[in-house]
């Protein structure tokens, strides 16, 4: 379950390193932190089983070659 505070990593190999952190969950949607900017990401695109994804955000940082 996404909690408030908890980090996401950015997927997309453009934004390697970007990292979003979580505001507040409102139903399908998760209020994030990018800098200055406040974003909503569907809740759809954010993953937590571990594999490599070219899209989409991760609740934990895989490095991939």
Do not use: H, W
């Amino acid at each position: 379950m996404l909690e408030a505070g908890q980090v996401l990593y950015d997927n997309d190999p453009r934004y390697r390193g970007r990292k979003v952190e979580v505001l507040r969950v409102d139903g399908s949607y998760a209020v994030c932190t990018c800098g200055p900017r406040q974003v909503k990401i569907r809740l759809d695109y954010i993953f937590s089983d571990g594999q490599s994804r070219r899209s989409g955000y991760s609740t934990s940082l895989k490095t991939t070659a």
